[in-house]
């Protein structure tokens, strides 16, 4: 059986694997815009499925230079990696009060 962690909301935020960054680096941008915080997991389904990410010696550095490069102005989340019921992922809660937060010089106000 495959673990599940619930659904996404408003201010959680799923991604199958870092393949996705762009996309989350965009989803990050429009929850800080609308909540000013939240939560990004890597390695999990749209619907909370936990199907794991390969996480190599460089993959939490390239999350942490993805935000740091393209999201504006800077936030400094905390990423890391989790084992879900033996499955990695990578998780990054993040906040801000700096609004608006732009994502690839696009200004976000709601998830794509």
């Known amino acids: 059986m495959i673990p599940n962690i619930g659904e996404e909301t408003e201010r959680i935020e799923f991604k199958k694997s870092t393949g996705e960054m762009k996309d989350a ?6 929850i800080l815009n609308k909540h000013g915080d939240g939560e990004l997991f ?9 199907i794991g990410q390969d996480i190599v010696g ?9 935000v740091g490069y393209h ?5 400094y989340p905390q990423i890391e990696k989790r084992e879900i019921d033996g499955k ?3 998780y990054v809660k993040f906040e801000g009060n700096r ?11 709601s998830r794509i």
């Open 42 to 50: 890597f390695g999990v389904k749209d619907n909370g499925d936990v």
């Open 58 to 66: 460089t993959t939490l550095r390239d999350v942490s230079q993805a």
């Open 88 to 90: 990695q992922v990578v």
């Open 25 to 30: 680096i965009i989803s990050i941008a429009a």
């Open 99 to 109: 609004a608006p937060y732009t994502a690839y010089n696009i200004q976000k106000t």
């Open 71 to 75: 999201i504006k102005p800077p936030i």
